[in-house]
């Protein structure tokens, strides 16, 4: 992120999942980023609908958790 950030300038990075990839949501919360929505039942995954979830981090948001103690 901090070349996403840094050298690409970047403002936001919004990434997003399927409800089901409990791994990648726990992953995206513990970088820092902010669940802002999801889309409900817009993802099919063998033969079931799931949620896709969207999540965001702006670079103020990072830089402050970056210099946090």
């Given amino acids: 992120m901090g070349h996403l950030f840094g050298a690409c300038r970047l403002r ?5 999942t399927w409800s089901g990839n409990e791994r990648a949501i726990r ?3 513990k970088a820092g980023f902010v669940e802002e929505g999801r889309r409900r039942a817009s993802v099919r995954v063998c033969e079931e609908w799931y949620d896709s ?3 965001g981090l ?7 958790a970056d210099e946090a103690p």
Avoid: G, K, Q
């Avoid at 936001?12 to 997003?16: F, G, L, Q, V, W």
């Avoid at 670079?59 to 402050?64: G, I, M, N, Q, T």
């Fill in 12 to 16: 936001r990075i919004e990434p997003d």
């Fill in 53 to 55: 979830v969207l999540f």
């Fill in 58 to 64: 702006l670079r103020e948001e990072w830089v402050a």
């Fill in 27 to 29: 992953a995206f919360l």
